[in-house]
């Protein structure tokens, strides 16, 4: 969608309003929104990302030497997480419609909480990696319910910047996590438990708060949203609708075939597989990578913060641009070459300094393109179930790659970690060819549907024809 798309919406809702929702100013819905629902989801992602990298903190802190971790054991235990997480992104965006977002995301929140209290007071392998396991299946429904729960409340032509501003939290997340882990290190031994014990244990207890304060504070959908003015709300009713080309909220399996049947589905996926494998290993590993480049494990937690605040700066940013100019693959085939850049930085050098400052780089490349992702698929999926199955499946596979992020960084390979920067330079590099293939199917899809709308007159007018066709309907523009 470019900026002539967007303009169209606007004159189009504009003339379907009454006297009395046509005074309505849409910056000032859209802020309300704004003030609303992103500070609260930021914070939920924030913890769930922290709560779900903080064992890449607890592994410098001692948690392997504690547990008697040998080999690959530690890499396994983070990439079971990723099993019952992947899997289960699709059932849990149908959950989330069905049960409604305030009771469904508070519910899976107040579970892993609970769970990763219990993480620290694991004994040994077979207890860490049972509790790894049932923290993927309780989060799986965040990251792809609360991306979907927001593409519900904003059209496509403002979905970038939000979901950025929502993502850039699990950049903020690393920058937390380290600062956390530093200051409780100097816990170990308090009640005659380790730093790292006491580092499940706080953030666990901060998580099940928060999940406890959500219930009486989530807002479900636009139609109840009880800060907006009755005008407010059927201006983005109306909105939304047009937005979507009059597409589906009903809840149908046809809809959800229709995701799973979607070539334009296992594009995006593969596009987010080869974000994720380097972008988790970033997060996962980052500390590691850190302390490979001859820094202190005390000051390597310290020295996490920088790179993640850079990544959620450059999210940001990422995400306004992309609104502004109506675009999504662009900032994600500049985003792959900024991290393409930061770890051949990484490969070629032995020096801390030059090493650090390449992590900073890589960063600002990574978390920018996890959020363009996110807005790309939610921008070309016509229909509430079908978007959300899409950006669930989208999720599930290209989060499948965190299983092999796992493994990329092996102890075998400190201090410089060689095969790890090369597997990312190459995730890096068909990252960017696939981008482009997907701008330029997109383009040529959406000048056949102009020509078609032209030749057969079709216009904005007969939306309700064909409401059921989703994206597929001739009125329905993809976002290149």
């Known amino acids: 969608m470019d900026r002539s798309d967007e303009k169209s ?16 100013e849409p910056h000032r819905v859209l802020r ?23 064992v890449g903190n607890a592994k410098i802190a001692g948690l392997t030497t ?49 769970i990763l209290l219990s993480m620290a007071f694991v004994k040994d ?24 729960y927001l593409c519900l409340w904003y059209p496509r032509f403002a979905q970038a910047q939000r979901l950025a501003i929502f993502l850039s939290a699990s950049s903020l997340a690393g920058a937390f996590g380290g ?11 308090i009640a005659g438990l380790a730093g790292w014990s006491w580092l499940f244990i706080l953030e666990g207890l901060l998580t099940v708060a928060v999940a406890l304060l959500s219930t009486a504070y989530m807002e479900d959908y636009p139609e109840t949203a009880s800060f907006l003015s009755e005008e407010e709300r059927a201006w983005l009713i109306e909105t939304l609708r047009i937005d979507t080309a009059g597409s589906s909220k009903e809840i149908k399996l046809r ?28 997060a996962l590993f980052l500390p590691t990578i850190i302390v490979g480049l001859g820094y202190s494990s005390l000051h390597a937690q310290l020295l996490t913060i920088p790179p993640s605040v850079c990544g959620c700066v450059f999210t940001i940013i990422y995400g306004m641009a992309s609104d502004r100019l109506g675009v999504r693959g662009p900032l994600v085939l500049l985003g792959s070459l900024f991290s393409l850049t930061g770890y051949v930085m990484l490969f070629a050098t032995d020096k801390p300094l030059v090493g650090y400052v390449a992590t900073l780089i890589a960063a600002a490349g990574l978390y920018p393109s996890s959020a363009c992702i996110i807005a790309w698929t939610s921008g070309n999926a016509g229909g509430d179930i079908k978007r959300g199955a899409m950006i669930a499946l989208v999720g599930g596979i290209g989060n499948s790659a965190a299983i092999a992020s796992s493994f990329i960084y092996r102890s075998q390979d400190s201090p410089r970690y060689l095969p790890g920067h090369e597997t990312n330079i190459g995730c890096c590099c068909v990252l960017a060819l696939l981008t482009v293939i997907t701008m330029l199917r997109f383009w040529r899809v959406n000048r056949k549907k102009e020509a078609y709308c032209l030749r057969e007159g079709i216009d904005p007018s ?15 523009r993809y976002t290149l």
């Not at 919406?9 to 309505?24: D, G, H, T």
């Not at 629902?37 to 914070?43: A, G, K, M």
């Not at 547990?67 to 530690?74: A, C, D, I, N």
């Open 255 to 282: 809809y959800i075939v229709q995701a799973l049947r979607d070539p334009h589905s296992y594009l995006l996926a593969a596009i987010d597989f080869f974000i994720v494998l380097p972008l988790f290993a970033f």
């Open 66 to 114: 504690d547990l008697h971790l040998t080999g690959v054991q530690f890499n396994l235990t983070s990439a079971m997480f990723f099993i019952p997480y992947c899997l289960l992104d699709i059932p849990a965006n149908v959950a989330l419609k069905y049960f409604r977002p305030s009771r469904w995301i508070p519910m899976i929140m107040f579970l892993w909480g609970v």
């Open 462 to 476: 007969r939306f309700e024809e064909f409401a059921d066709m989703g994206d597929r309907s001739p009125l329905y």
């Open 9 to 24: 919406i606007r004159l189009a809702v504009e003339e379907a309003q009454p006297e009395s929702v046509k005074r309505i």
């Open 125 to 148: 392998y077979a207890g860490l990696m049972v509790t790894r396991v049932l923290m993927g299946v309780a989060e799986a429904g965040l990251f792809p319910g609360v991306s979907f």
């Open 179 to 189: 600062l956390l882990a530093y200051a409780i290190e100097h816990m170990d031994g």
């Open 32 to 54: 309300k929104l704004d003030w609303r629902l992103l500070p609260f989801v930021s914070w939920l992602y924030l913890l769930a990302f922290m709560d779900r990298t903080n």
